[in-house]
């Protein structure tokens, strides 16, 4: 599982409380990644780099660095390998390597690049920073996942003139994927819905040397007939307690 960005309400006292509940549940649900768009940047490097080690999680920018400095602040790729699961036959490989790399624009916001106290960050554009990462990241991987928060005609130039990215999973604005059956992309692209009422389930099909044939998604809902989860209600529970006082949590 992953997120493609904008889980963040914003940096208020109130906000930092939420995205803290937030990423603490959502690590209890062993997501691989989360990349970090305009409302993630908007919290102090500090804050985020605190939530990812108290949670252990992986946040990935692969466009925002130290500024004159070339690196990044946060890790731009992680690379996660799955094993496969027999099924009554056997199969010709016994795992696979999935290259995740995080991307975002400033185009539906401005980034918050200057903090009190903290590093000055600098944006690089996302098309500069793909043709600079995607390459190291396929050779390492058997298929390529690319995180991006922002434009759709943004991640759409991204995606199609920076060759080796196989899915996108977007953030931002997600109405616009698939809105037209006739689009033709060299890669594929999903979303869910936001606010958390659908989960995207994506369904691979591969060939013997791991290359896509076949795919296919669908929206869960996640309405009352879900059951509730007690370590999850007892979460929010806790969530409500402490955003009445944010400023002692």
């Not at 500069?128 to 130039?157: C, Q, T, W």
């Not at 006739?182 to 369904?203: D, R, W």
């Not at 402490?242 to 400023?247: C, D, E, G, I, L």
Request: include cysteine.
């Amino acid at each position: 599982m992953v997120d493609a960005g904008g889980f963040s309400r914003g940096s208020d006292p109130t906000s930092v409380v939420q995205n803290e509940y937030l990423v603490k549940g959502m690590s209890w649900l062993n997501y691989a990644a989360y990349n970090l768009g305009y409302r993630e940047l908007n919290n102090k490097p500090s804050v985020l780099k605190k939530m990812e080690m108290d949670y252990k999680v992986d946040f990935l920018s692969a466009n925002i660095q130290l500024k004159g400095t070339g690196k990044t602040v946060f890790k731009p790729y992680i690379i996660k390998e799955l094993l496969t699961q027999e099924r009554g036959k056997s199969l010709p490989f016994k795992k696979i390597k999935i290259g995740i790399v995080g991307l975002c624009d400033d185009k539906l916001a401005q980034l918050r690049l200057s903090q009190p106290e903290e590093p000055v960050l600098e944006y690089i554009d996302p098309l500069l920073a793909a043709r600079s990462i995607i390459p190291e990241v396929r050779k390492k991987s058997d298929l390529v996942l690319l995180l991006y928060y922002g434009r759709y005609e943004k991640m759409k130039e991204v995606a199609t003139e920076v060759r080796g990215i196989d899915i996108v999973v977007l953030g931002g604005e997600t109405y616009l994927v698939g809105r037209d059956p006739k689009e033709e992309l060299p890669f594929i692209a999903v979303t869910s819905q936001a606010m958390g009422k659908y989960a995207a389930l994506l369904n691979l099909g591969l060939n013997n040397n791991k290359k896509i044939v076949q795919h296919s998604m669908r929206q869960a809902p996640l309405d009352e007939s879900l059951k509730d989860d007690e370590k999850f209600a007892r979460l929010a529970k806790d969530f409500e307690a402490a955003s009445q006082n944010p400023s002692s949590h």
